[in-house]
C-alpha cells in the first residue's frame, strides 16, 4: 500500500522568501513522485516528477524537490517566492494505477 | 492546443436526479481518471479507464457511473444513489506507464438545489 503526508496544511511565507512544502511518502515499492500546483477553481498543473533518475529534480517556475530515500521524503523548494506562488499544492505517490495524493498544502505570499 | 475539456463548468442537481460531466481530450492518451476533491482530503480516485471499453472502480466508486466507447471521452455519470454529491469533479489523463505525469481539465463543480 502507498500513502502520502504533507506534513504543512498551510504555509505563509512573504514574497522574496524562501518556500518549503514538506512531503513524506510510504511505498513498497521504488515510486514515482510529483508535485502538482492548483489554483482556485482550476485543474492541477504538473510542477516536477521525480523517477528514480537525480535525486534532485527541477520543475518549471523555479520549483525543485529532492527525493530521500533515507527519509522517505519529498520536498518542494523555491529560493524566492511571488505572489503568483500563492496555491494548493499536492504531493503524489504512484505507481502503476495506484496514485496516491496528500491532503495538499495551501501556501500564502504576503507581500 | 492539445488539453482535457470538462463541462459544464458549474452544474446543479436536483434530489433524485441523475446528471453527467462531460471530459473530453484530445492528447491522444489511453488512459483517463474520474477524481473527487472535498476540501481538505486532497484527490479521491473513483473510476479510471485504461483502454476503450473498459474501465475499472476506484476508492469511491459507489454512486457513480462511467463509460468509455472513444478514446477521447469518458463521461462520468452522477446518479441519485450518490448521498452527498456536493463536490468538486476532476478528470485527468495519461499516456500510461507508472512513470507519467496526469493532465487535468479544470474541473466541474456540483451543488444540490
Known amino acids: 500500500a502507498q500513502s502520502v503526508t504533507q506534513l504543512d496544511s498551510h504555509v505563509s511565507v512573504s514574497e522574496g522568501t524562501p518556500v518549503l512544502l514538506r512531503c513524506n511518502y510510504s511505498s513498497s515499492y521504488s515510486p514515482s513522485l510529483f508535485w502538482y500546483v492548483q489554483h482556485p477553481n482550476k485543474g492541477l498543473q504538473l510542477l516536477l516528477k521525480y523517477t528514480s533518475a537525480a535525486t534532485l529534480v527541477k520543475g518549471i517556475n523555479g520549483f525543485e524537490a529532492e527525493f530521500k530515500k533515507s527519509e522517505t521524503s519529498f520536498h518542494l523548494t523555491k529560493p524566492s517566492a511571488h505572489m503568483s506562488d500563492a496555491a494548493e499544492y499536492f504531493c503524489?505517490?504512484?505507481?502503476?494505477?495506484?496514485?496516491?495524493f496528500g491532503a495538499g498544502t495551501r501556501l500564502t505570499v504576503k507581500p | 492546443d492539445g488539453g482535457i475539456t470538462q463541462s459544464p463548468k458549474y452544474l446543479f442537481r436536483k434530489e433524485g436526479q441523475n446528471v453527467t460531466l462531460s471530459c473530453e481530450q484530445n492528447l491522444n492518451h489511453d488512459a483517463m481518471y474520474w477524481y473527487r476533491q472535498d476540501p481538505g482530503q486532497g484527490l479521491r480516485l473513483i473510476y479510471y479507464?485504461?483502454?476503450?471499453?473498459?474501465?475499472q472502480k476506484g476508492d469511491i466508486a459507489e454512486g457513480y457511473s462511467v463509460s468509455r466507447e472513444k478514446k477521447e471521452s469518458f463521461p462520468l455519470t452522477v446518479t441519485s444513489a450518490q448521498k452527498n454529491p456536493t463536490a468538486f469533479y476532476l478528470c485527468a489523463s495519461s499516456i500510461g506507464g507508472r512513470d507519467q505525469p496526469q493532465h487535468f481539465g479544470d474541473g466541474t463543480r456540483l451543488s444540490i438545489l
Open positions: 479507464s485504461q483502454i476503450v471499453n473498459d474501465f
Open positions: 503524489v505517490v504512484r505507481r502503476n494505477n495506484d496514485m496516491r
